[in-house]
Nanobody
């Protein structure tokens, strides 16, 4: 069964760093735009960082610009989210997702929740003050 698998995450103190990784199980991420989203209880899922299928375009939420970096390795079919200078408000469950085929083919980097058509199960990131 094809699915997205996140790894990384965990617990860190404020100012620390973590790295999340995303890979496809049963398929490759190579042809898809990828997004990282996060969600806290009671709030909507928020787009954090997204990258185009080729990797030459990225898009970040204002709250993480300058601190988070999204990258991808198409040879390996993986995507990473490097999170530096973490803050307590970054605490959330983080999900990777792939954009729909026609959107991915346009080579856009758009964190549009409504067009993402496959999601991982999520990875908890906890940042203590």
């Amino acid at each position: 069964q094809s699915q997205l698998v996140e790894s990384g995450g965990g617990f860190v103190h404020s100012g620390g760093s973590l790295r999340l990784s995303c890979a496809g199980s049963g398929f490759t991420l190579r042809n898809f735009a990828i997004g990282w989203f996060r969600q806290v209880p009671g709030k909507e899922r928020e787009g954090v960082a997204c990258i185009s299928a080729s990797g030459d375009s990225t898009n970040y939420a204002d709250s993480v610009k300058g601190r988070f970096t999204i990258t991808r390795n198409n040879a390996r079919g993986t995507a990473n989210l490097q999170m530096n200078d973490l803050k307590s408000e970054d605490t959330a469950v983080y999900f990777c997702a792939i954009d729909g085929p026609k959107y991915s083919a346009s080579n856009r980097a758009s964190c549009d929740y409504n067009t993402m058509n496959s999601w991982g199960k999520g990875s908890q990131v906890t940042v203590s003050p």
